[in-house]
């Protein structure tokens, strides 16, 4: 795996476009993900429905699960598919849909499209089209499809919001989405973003699930349900890959929804964006949680004292429970320690739990034991130290996992 630092959205797509590409001209060689007939029947597609594809097609099949089995197309839609790559869904999607419907297959990839189009042309298919293009700016106009199916590429897109967004706009009012897609447990939190090749390795750009779902709620989609989950990674025959994906919790889903009639209010939105309990969550995934109860431990300690002082200037009396401050106090210490403690799974380094435990300690033995501001403040700068360690160490494990360790160094010696 090679990453360069740096690079722009355009070259994230280009990147994008050069592996699928490259799975369109020589589907035999060599891929971090599995590819063709196998990797078809092991996602679980019937082989009563492979049977029926063309041989060019199925051979450069890439998706990442069977996204069929959410069961969004109905005889007669009109179905687009998004990231239709070589063809293989589009073309189940058209059996589906029977005489009365037809299917639009919309890919990114040049190579793709192309290899579509002969392999409809031999086949004598007429009621499939295809259009190159971006799931971030569908060129369809509003309400125009019953029905969406996608294999794999929302991880692929960089604008994943615009992406949800543009299919609930597409959608007539209760059409269906089906889509089958990788997602993560704990996101990627090194400066790697913009890194197109960890882009096309899958993980670097996929969703924490809860996110993902998330997102398609907050557009306006109703009954969002996963109804498989499986180890897409495990089929990969690069080492690498199975390490990464391991390393951040990514699978593959299969979800299915349907549109609502209208989109939810932008005070409904920001309501569900800024649920204290996602925010707690995501600290906890990308290893915050430790920074986060330092800093309420923090608020707690030197921020009360500040408000005791300067609240009589105001002519406002508090009355301070001291037992009570001082067990606020405590329990936020406490929770920075159990968070440093998580942390040793991460790096197996214990020097920071260490560091941390001892600045806890005098923290702890000042508010219970003998009160002494300097001995509070040295276990709160050694509590600090520790997570600052911790987050440090994560973050260095992150980059050795993603092969990002010599890159970082090659930019920063530049």
């Known amino acids: 795996m090679v990453a360069i630092l740096g690079y722009s959205r355009p070259q994230i797509i280009a990147a994008v476009q050069a592996m699928y590409g490259a799975v369109a001209a020589t589907p035999d060689a060599p ?37 069929f089995r959410a069961g969004a197309i109905r005889p007669g839609d009109r179905v687009l598919d998004i990231g239709a790559g070589a063809g293989n869904d589009a073309l189940i999607a058209r059996r589906l849909a029977g005489p009365g419907g037809r299917v639009i ?82 996101p990627v939190s090194v400066d790697c973003h913009e890194d197109p090749r960890l882009w096309v390795e899958c993980v670097v750009g996929a969703t924490v699930k809860e996110d993902l779902l998330a997102l398609f709620e907050e557009a306006g989609f109703e009954e969002v349900r996963i109804v498989g989950e499986h180890d897409y990674f495990a089929l990969s025959e690069s080492p690498q890959t199975r390490e990464v994906a391991e390393s951040f919790g990514a699978h593959a889903i299969e979800v299915g929804m349907r549109r609502g009639e209208t989109a939810p209010s932008w005070a409904w939105r920001w309501r569900h964006r800024l649920d204290p309990r996602r925010a707690w969550r995501r600290l906890h995934r990308r290893g915050l949680l430790g920074v986060a109860a330092l800093a309420l431990a923090l608020l707690s300690c030197y921020g009360t004292l500040a408000l005791v002082a300067l609240l009589p200037l105001l ?81 260095r494990r992150e980059t050795q996992v993603l092969g990002l360790e010599g890159a970082t160094s090659r930019r920063q010696t530049r």
């Open 315 to 395: 002519g406002i009396g508090l009355a301070l429970d001291e037992g009570l401050w001082a067990g606020s106090i405590a329990g936020f210490v406490l929770l920075t320690l159990a968070a440093l403690a998580a942390g040793i799974r991460r790096h197996a380094d214990y020097w920071p739990t260490m560091l941390g435990a001892m600045g806890g300690g005098l923290v702890l033995y000042a508010l219970f034991v003998d009160y002494l501001a300097l001995v509070e403040l040295a276990g709160f700068v050694l509590l600090g130290s520790g997570v600052a360690w911790d987050l440090r160490r994560r973050r």
């Open 31 to 67: 891929f971090h993900f599995p590819v063709g007939a196998d990797a078809c029947r092991r996602l679980g597609y019937p082989a009563a429905q492979t049977a029926e594809l063309p041989g060019e097609t199925l051979a450069r099949f890439a998706g990442v699960g069977y996204p």
């Open 105 to 186: 297959a919309l890919d990114l990839t040049a190579g793709m499209t192309r290899r579509l189009s002969g392999a409809i042309r031999r086949a004598g298919i007429d009621d499939l089209d295809i259009v190159q293009g971006s799931a971030e700016q569908l060129p369809l106009p509003d309400g125009c499809v019953d029905s969406i199916t996608s294999n794999g590429a929302l991880n692929l897109v960089p604008d994943k919001r615009r992406a949800v967004a543009e299919m609930f706009r597409v959608l007539k009012s209760r059409g269906r989405l089906q889509l089958a897609d990788v997602v993560i447990h704990r």
